[in-house]
Structure formats: structure tokens, C-alpha cells
């Protein structure tokens, strides 16, 4: 018999799973599989209908068995023993399909099955000389589990995850997602991944950021391309031009698994809500494109914070959000300590915060250490109109060492020293 | 997982106030990833494997060709497994509560045993209070709800230290009560002479000094060494001692400025909490202990741990010449 064992060459085939010898293999064992319990016990080379249970990270493979079954098919029509083989492949293929009645499926194939075993037997023995073409025409099953929690075990077979991981998409973080492995390993690379690849660098994606965005939208692989094409034709008939299109997919990989309408509404909304014109509303956008894609609710919540606990006018919002759109997209809490912090202990007024909106960007133990030090030397100084004034942006935006150099006049170890004593 | 020998060992960091201790551990433990994985990347091993294609042009010999190609194995390639390290143990010593700043210990992977020995062993730790007359609130200090307003103009410095004299006094007398030695006996006396007294293990927090370091209505700063303390026990003892003074009192910062050995000066800010800054302070920390090795001297006492006990040794000794 010559079973997989007996194989010459280690054969490097593309996501074949399943050889003649395979199904000869199975036709085997199906008969041996007396008992319910037993269908377990088949080779591993065979994904067959074992009821996979359904935990969320296991990879159910068995829709490509049907795809790889056919080709199995068209294999086996060069063989000898056409007829019988045809059949047997058809059976194997319809048996795949429906996972409920495993047992049933195999009975019925057994029986057809225990008429071709001896002749089979006999025919081919393990110390036969065959020649160079047929061993290399035997191909060995895959040692590939039929469900795993990682897709480490089949990355090296699967033509489209190789393809990914050669674009630069981390797997290991997509396999801790559910069913994103399963949905993966299902895809082909022609027909789902290729023309999807292809659309978005037609859009202006560069070649780099393509791992990035499968990273964090996998489901963008299997969108519908005409929706895709729509969203796209949408942005640019409001008046994006197509480089900020792309800049914009690049940097939030979600947009484009929006729908139109709701794409629109966010637009209605920034426009409206914050009385901005419409080439400023683009500005935002294109500047912070999660702006489109996060939900409505914390902006409004946000928007009501500056307004009535914080006390800024609407122009004043407006101003802020135009300069420094992360403003809508900000922590409540962490905005409400910054903010009164500077005002109620720096003694800023709403004016000058409004001038240097970037300061409510900052990490607050950062503003707090600056200003305490400036304090200590006792330059603590935030009113323009008065000598020697610090302005907020540079007090927060320069790094350490210019920060000590110009603006306190002292050393950087001065301030590391008195951060220990804060 | 392999182990450098500088990621493992014990340092401290200063924690800034405001900021929950686990916060800090967290972004300790992050940055030593990022170093550590970042250090050590490895090459994705190659497979031989054989294509097989067989020729088509006419005339060429009937046979297959076998062409050999070395192919990366990808199912170790990094973005297949993820980083080698996903997690490294740092351990928290000590612990200080939100809204207390200064000296925390931490230690990574094997210092976790280290860490563990000191947590048990008798040893100090030293904080400044930095408090303010006129006021009580419902949790001692000077962000929570005010209970009392009282004056403290008849409040001199002279009163002020009879108050922490006499705290200090009732301290040794309870580090006498918790030590487990019989009072009477000479065994007492000649631990008592060597400043080994004191409770092991778990017992009420004990002040082992106290004294005024600054004073200057209604502002003043207190210097504390103290024993198995919390630091809402030591915010309560201001308020105890605004009381004792017939005022009220509230602690405006707690600051821990030593943690057994680990100083002010070996603590890292936050700029410093990178993997190599890390790694730096465990290498000092490794160094240290090996030139104290040579230079302390042993001690009698056997139900002390070694490392504690060398620890505790010195200092005491240090306690007892400070005053």
C-alpha cells in the first residue's frame, strides 16, 4: 500500500490537503468505524465529521474542504480505477458538507466501500517500484489539527494567511479575536483578499499601511466591493479630494466598513452641532478621521462639558475643536481635571486657554510638575500683558531639556531633584 | 523564558501623588517588555523544501526536476507567535495609597523572592507629612469634606514638640509591648542596648520617631519613622496631635523619602522608567549588595531572616546615631 509513509519526496503543495491515498485512507477507516464513539480515531489527515464544538476560538475549516475536495476529484479522474473513485470523491463531498449526521454519512459509504478494499489491498504493496513521476505524484496529507486555538498550525499551508503575513498583518493579534481566524483561514486569496487589496490601493493606499489596517479591520476583507466603492464615491462627492481620501482609510481603518448614511450623519452632525462651514468641517475630518467612526454620544457629552461645566462660549468651542480636533474625542474626566487645574490653580483665564487650546491635550502629572517647578523658581508667570510671560503651549509642548534651559533657567537634574520632593 | 541577569532584582521608583500604585507597576512592566522583546529578536528559521516541476519542453529528458529552496518557516515568524515575552512578574513592595507620593519598591522576576523576604523583616520607613493647623476633615487630609474649623494662634513650637516628645514616648513603650521578649530579663536589656526590640511580623503601626522638622503657622512638616504604618494611620496621627495641641490639624502630603535602603537618591522618576533605566538601577542595587556583604557584621539573633536581619542591623544602628 502506497500510504502516506511510503511518500519519496517531501512534496511542497499549496494548501492540498487531500491525496488519493487520503480518501483511500478514509474509506479504511470508515469501515472500521463500528461505533459512534470511533470517528474520532481517523487519521488526522481527514477533517471529518467530528461535531467541532463550538468554542469561539477554534478554526473551522471545513468549508475550503469542500473546495479542496474538488480538486481531489479532478485528481482522481487520472487514475486507474476511475468509476469507483469518482464515486467515492462525490460521496466525500457531500459528506463534508452537513456536520449533523456524521454517522449515518459514513455507514452509507462503507458499504460501497467493502467490495473495493481487498481489490485494493492486493493491488498495491509498500515495496513496489513505482517511478519519479507517480512518487511524486503522491501527495501527503497535511499534519494540519482539524481545530486549534492558534493559526500557527496552519499558516505555512494556507496560501492567503502567508500572503498576509508577508503584507505585514499581526496575526497573533487577529487569532485572540473571535471567529477572525476561522473567517481568515476561510477566505481565498484570488477571489476575496486580491481584489479588495487591489481596490484599496486604487483608492491611493500605500503599500505600507496594508498590514496596518488588516490588523485592525480583518472584516474588510470580506465587505461587499460595490459598498466599498460607494462609501468612497460618497467622501469624494463631498468634496474630499482623493489624497485625504486615502490618508483617511490609512489612518482609520473602519471607515470604509460604514455604511453611507451613517457616514453622512456624522458629517450632518459636525457640521451642525458645532455651526462650522463646510470646508472646516472637512478639515476636522481629514485631520482626526476617527471623528467618523467612534459614536455620537461621548462628542455630545463632551461638547455639553465644555459648554456648561467648563463655561466656554460656542465661538470658543469652535475655535478650540478647529485648532485641536482631539478635544471632541478627549476623556471627560482627564478634561475637567486639566481644565481645573489651569484655571482654578494656575489662575488662567478661559481666553488665553482658548489661544493655546493644546494644553488641554496634555497629560496632567506633566502640566502639574512644570508648573510647580516655575512656581518654586518663581516664574510662574501666564498673563501676556505682564514682563517676562511664559506662553501655555510652549510650557507644555517643549520637551524636558528645552523646557528647563529656556523657560526655568535651570538645570534638567535641578528638576528631575525636584520632582522628588513633589 | 530565559533570564538576564540584569532583569532581575529589586530597585524603587518615586511614585507621583495622584496616581494608583498599580498604574505605576503596569508601566514599569510595559517598558521592560519593550526593551526586553526588543532586544532579543529572533531570525524566523528556514525549511528545505523541494519543488517539484516537471519538464514540458519537447526533447528535454523524461524525468522530474527537483529543485531545492530554503523557506522561512512561518509559523515562527514574529507576526504569527507575537513577542517572545508577554509578560514579566514585577512585584510591588510596600504599598502607597493614591494620593501619597515617594519611594516604592518594585522587583522583577527573581527579586520577587528578595522582595518578599524584606516585606517580612523588621525594617523602617521614613516619611515627611506635610501638614497645616486650622482645619479637620473626615479623612485627615485637606481634599475631604470639612468637619471643624479652629484657630491656632496660641500654638508654639516649644508646645509642638512636648506633643511629639510624648507620642514618641507612648511609641516606645508599645515597641516594647509587641517585641516578644520578657521585659524583666537581661536578654531584654542587651536587645533593648542594640535596638533590637520590636514586634515581628503583623502588629499595630508603631512610630519609631517623630519629630518637627519645620515650623511655621499654619504650616509644618513632620519627619516620621515608623513600623507596619499605613498612610491613613499617619494622616489620622496629625489630626491626633491637632487635637492634643486643642486645635485641629489635616496632612497635606504624605512622602515617603525611605523604604528600608531604598533612598530618594535610587529612586527613578518618571521620566526614568524605561527598560534601561531600569536595568541600570537593578545593576546598582546587585553592585551594593555586594560591597555590603564585606562590610556588615553578623548578627546573633537566629529567628531573623539574613538578609532582613543585616538590614534591620544597620539600621537600627543608623536610627539610634540620627537620634
Redesign the interface.
Known sequence: MTMSTSAK????WRGLLFSKTSTRLQCFQVQRCNSAASSASISSGLFLNHNLTTTHTRIKIKHQKCCYNNLTSKHLTTEAKEDKYKDLSRTDVIEYKPALSPRTDAFSVSEHVISLDLDVAEEYSALEEIS??EA?GISIPANIPPASNS???Y??KSET??KL?QL??????LEQRPNVGSMLLRLDFNTDVAPRLLFLKQIGVENSRLGYIITHNPFILTADLDNLQARVNYLKSKKFSSETVASMVSRAPFLLSFSVKRLDNRLGFYQQQLKLSASNTRDIVARLPRLLCGSLEPVKENLKVCEIELGFKQNEIQHMVIAVPKVLTANKKKLTQIFDYLHNTMKVPHHLITKFPQVLNTKF?RLR?RHLFLEYLEKAQYDPTLARYISLDRLVSLP?ETFCTELALATLDDF?LF???? | MRACANTQGVFCVYKPADVHWKLVRDTIETNLLKGVNATHPQPVPREVRFLVSSSDEPGAAKGLRVSPAAVPVLSKHPLVTGPEFQQIKVGVGHRLDTSSSGVLVLAVGNGNKTLNDLYNTRITRDYTLECEFGMATHDFSHTGRVLERSTYDHISEDKLERVTAMLEGANQKALRMYSTVDMGSQEAYEMAAKGLLGPDGKSAPILTGLRCIHFQPPKFTLEVQCLNETQKYLRKVVHEIGLELRSTAVCKGVRRTRDGLFTLQDALTRHHWSAADVMEAIYKYHSSKRNQKKILFPIRESTLETSGSRLTGTHQNKDAAAG
Open positions: 519526496l517531501c512534496l511542497r519519479d513521476e511524486a493559526l500557527r498550525d499558516v505555512d494567511l502567508t503575513v505585514g498583518v499581526h496575526l497573533w493579534k502629572l510638575e524636558d528631575y520632582q522628588k520632593t513633589l
